[in-house]
């Protein structure tokens, strides 16, 4: 699509024959996308456009330097960090979710559809789809509470890789103004104002993978309206599906200066559609029955949709946010196959149908205290989901047989914090902060006695102090309270809804508490490098079972681990980073029955990766290796997966306005897996309990991608 940057008062877009015949893929492609290393670590660039400069005087260019950016003596947690838009160019990217891996010691992973969330690990914790680790872009959050398919579910797919200024991360639970999900720490996406120029690209690759995305700006009253469209189709490499994503994604953003700050107005709409190559037993390949890429259900799917509106307002010294979040989901699943219903399988849907408002409200000032330099951050927030219908269902073939529960929810939750820094010399400062959470629920099921409501508040505790040994040194010292909120429908429970034998209800707020002590060290011209021991202690794993339409509370659990994260640049053209992460993660009660290993966590995470490129015209490469450690699969330390480990590789060249690319996924085609699980299910003739097998999901076989982009 041809997006046309129009320097009147009426915009216009126009789509190209080239563009229009890459929106209606038909034939096969063999090749794919890669993404080029910049040295420009700019994150947003003027525009060139007189009209833009007459009318917005006070939108600039703004600069961020990524891991490059010197936040000595700016940040509270040597486990802080900032990634910039042409760090995120610069690696190659199978799927949209795994932008999340540029947080050091994240893996992410899938074991189904390519449409759904994915599986995320850090810091000891299989998040599942994002349980205890809170995500945001623009203010508006990403995770899903008392969702259909998992509490804290984080479905990255409706974000553009190429309109992300930059990613912001925080591990631990020491920052005041994190909520809810904050156990292992947080990502906050922002958007670019500005793109200085209009970029259509198109990208092609194995499995009939087609890709299309145009974005411009344009001056319009006083502001800038910058747009952004993204279409992607794949039939995946499955034997027994074509998996058959459609993907749209369509964003369009509104900057102007008010009011000594800047103002800015996004709406966003993601439509999604896939058949879906779930997670398969390791049996049934070695008995024939399918290959390593097979499916023994080829009904399974899903549909999803997220359209949003939001604004914020930012000065030096507010930040002010709303939203409106209108959110769909429809996921058809088969795990077990034949163990629970032995004539129609094992099959079943899950729905989840949800509005949600809210925003935030913070201030931070400067004052003095007997001649103590004192920073304080004050805030509030808000968010009200309203989930029209939340339900899990049995079907076989897609076609509903029975309801196991179907809920309607309005959950509602409050925060205030405040945090407040002491720079009590040039080098040594102190900082101390409070928060308050405050949730309500309210559900109405079709079992009647699981009806109800539930409410819960919670204080948080944080400190910390820093020391700034020198220009290039600095030392951290932290402690913190986070926690995550449960499903509404597990705080109310009354009746198994499988069984309908009495259930216990769980608590609606999970708290932990984490320590962690850290080093930066950093020089602009040539490393930044953060080192950090950590631990963290959860007093449940409240875990949503999704088969079954409830809760589950796991044991308390300890964690404790070391990290690494490291970046390198030789010359104005070479890098490299290394990042390193190590996790023991142990149950702390009923280990001598149940054993002390916790299920699915991750012993060790390595990621590196280097890069040859330079600012402007000429060659830009990036070769990257991931390796992901061998893990538990159930509490006795009797079943392991093996480990996985994935190369990918980027090549291409830059003209004045041309931008060719090559990228390939999975360079030695490993045959490793993406993700394991280990538990019981029942193939046709097997026993009526089941057999109990490894579960996986295979890493995609060697892939090629394509890419040609034109900017102007």
Known sequence: MKYARISCSTPSFVMTPLAAALFMFSAPAVLSQTSAYKTDYKTEQTSTASVEKKNNPQLETVTVLGHRLNQLGKKISAAEGTVGSAEIANRPVLRTGEILEFVPGMVVTQHSGSGKANQYFLRGFNLDHGTDFNSSIEGMPINMRTHGHGQGYTDLNFIIPELISSIDYRKGAYYADVGDFSGAGAASFSLKNLLGENIVSATLGENHYGRVFAAGEVALHEGLLLVGIERQVSDGPWTDINEDIDKLNINARYVKPLADGTFSLTAMAYDNSWNAPDQIPARAVEQGLIDSYGSLNPTNGGESSRYSLSTNWRTDSWNANLYAIQSDLLLISDFTYFLDDPVNGDQYKQVDDRQIIGGALSHQWNTELFNIAVNHHIG?????????????????????????????????????????????????????????????????????????????????????????????LEAFINAGQGFHSNDARGATLTLDPVTLEPADAVELIVPSTGAEVGLKLFDEKRFNISASLWYLESESELIFIGDAGHNEAS??????????????????????????????????????????????SVPFVASTGISYGGQGNGLHSSL??????????????????????????????????????????NVLDSDEHDIDYYYASRLAGEPEEGIEDLHYHPAEPRTLRAKIEYRF
């Open 380 to 472: 509030s927030e808000f968010r009200y989901d309203d989930i029209a219908k939340v339900g899990l269902y049995k079907t076989k073939a897609r076609e509903w047989l029975s309801t196991v529960r179907e809920d309607g929810v309005k959950e509602a939750s409050s925060g205030l914090f405040g945090q407040t820094r002491f720079l009590l010399s040039d080098a040594f400062s102190a900082h101390i902060g409070l928060r308050y959470d405050y949730y309500h629920v309210d559900v109405d099921s079709n079992i009647l006695e699981n009806s109800g409501a539930a409410d819960k508040g919670k204080f948080s505790l944080k400190a910390g102090v820093t020391y700034l040994f020198s220009d290039h």
């Open 555 to 600: 044991r308390a659990s300890e964690r404790v681990g070391a990290e690494l994260a490291s970046y390198f640049w030789f010359s104005n053209k070479w890098n490299l980073d290394v990042e390193l992460a190590w996790t023991r993660a142990r149950f702390s009660e009923n280990t001598r029955e149940e054993g002390k290993y916790v299920d699915g």
């Open 624 to 665: 990257r290796y991931r390796y992901f450690g061998a893990r538990v699969l159930e509490s006795f330390n009797d079943i392991k997966a093996d480990s996985t480990s994935t190369v990918n590789f980027g090549i291409g060249y830059q003209w004045d306005s041309i931008n060719i690319e090559l990228e390939v996924h």
